[in-house]
């Protein structure tokens, strides 16, 4: 499994403070996945430690095998939302934290060969909890909530501007079977609205995906948390690809002048050749901020 290319890797290591090469440093890259901004960290920088928190247990199976024979690298199946138990119990609070990253985007993994339906590019059950934690599946959330409470999920978490004819469309379609697989709920979604750009159905499957899997309320829960956790002068970074997150993390930034400086006023983006490069770049926008 290798399919990620980091996203805005270059803007993000102009970010990492020189000095930071020392063996009682910590990089904690809370998005782990399949591991490429830790790959680069670690050609990179040859003492430092780097703590990688990744939620899906699938994932993580598969990249602690990896990383086996990978002395500086800490790896922990979690929630990043749990940063801090996670630096407690591997006894990583003598470690000066220096850096932390987060990619909010989906891991590649999910759209190539997860069976939890994330993506619509694979025939799967309609689960989307990255997580079996999560309350609530995809199919429990679209086979029982109402059209209202659809169109306003649809609306509120992705901008969907076909909210209310698209959860129109799944209540109907509910009144002869349930809706059971992640195509169903594609062809439901095609019925309604067309793209030639993109799969109509992307930004439902985006609300549902965030919805399930509380992305928004973790976002905001770790963000105070990072803060708190960081040294001075440590820098905190992170990667959004959807308006609510962005929007998350620039009201954190300016609700919090008094203990951090933004580091970039207006958000980086991912310049032409990337985008080119690699398609899942281009919704990418760069926050950062420095503990003050």
Known sequence: MNYHIPVLINEILN???????QEQNLIVDACFGEGGYTDIFLEKFKKLYILGIEQDPEIFNIIKQKYLNENRLYLVNSNFTKMDEILKEKFLLNKKLKFIVFDLGISMFHIKESSKGISF???SKLDMRINLDAKESAYDIINNYS???LANLFYNLADETMSRQIANAIVNYRKIKKIETNQELVKIVQSVKKDRKKNPATKVFQALRIKVNNELENLQIVLEKSL???QKDGIVVVVSYHSGEDRI???FIKNN??????INK???LPDYQEIRSNQSARSAKLRAFVKI
């Open 121 to 123: 590019n694979k025939d």
């Open 266 to 268: 207006k958000p980086l």
């Open 15 to 21: 970010l990492i403070p020189q000095d930071i090469d």
């Open 249 to 251: 993390v620039k009201n």
């Open 228 to 230: 708190n956790l960081i």
């Open 147 to 149: 059209k209202e409470e």
């Open 257 to 262: 002048l008094s203990r951090l400086k933004p």
